[in-house]
C-alpha cells in the first residue's frame, strides 16, 4: 500500500483539492480518495485542541493499513483552523455544500466527484465503522 498523505489549511486546502481530487488525471489515477478533517494541533505539541480528533486519529491511521494493503491513496488531512475559527457558523468547510461539515474529525471516502461515505466526529474513531467505510473503498 501507498497512501500518499497530504496536509492542507484553509490557505491552501483549494489548490491540494483541485490536484489530489478534482483534476482529470485524479479522475483516473484509481486511487482510493479520502478526506480527513481535523483539528489544528495545539502549538508545541502533537494533539489538537479537539479530544475526539486525538482519539480517532491513531484508529484511522491503524484500520487504514490493514483496510487498504495492496491499493495505492491518497488522504488530505484538512486542518479546520483553531477553535475560534472552528465555531464560526460561516467557516468555508461548514457552509461548502461538498463537505458541510458538522464537527471534527470527519472522515470522508470521495468517489465519483463526491461524498461516497462519510463517519463524522462521533463515528470516526469507531473501527467496525472505520473499516467499513474503507472496506467499501476500490471495490472491496
Known sequence: ???EKVDATLADFGAHFDRLF???AAAADGKVK???FLADREPGSS???CPDCNVAEPVIYE???AALRGKDAVLLRAYVGDKPTWRD???PWRVDP???LKGVPTLIRWEGGGAAARLGD???QVKDKVDALLGAAGGN
Open 1 to 3: 500500500m501507498t497512501v
Open 22 to 24: 478534482a483534476s482529470p
Open 34 to 36: 479520502l478526506l480527513l
Open 47 to 49: 494533539l489538537t485542541w
Open 63 to 65: 484500520r487504514m493499513e
Open 89 to 91: 457558523p460561516a467557516h
Open 98 to 100: 461538498r463537505f458541510g
Open 122 to 124: 462521533e463515528e470516526a
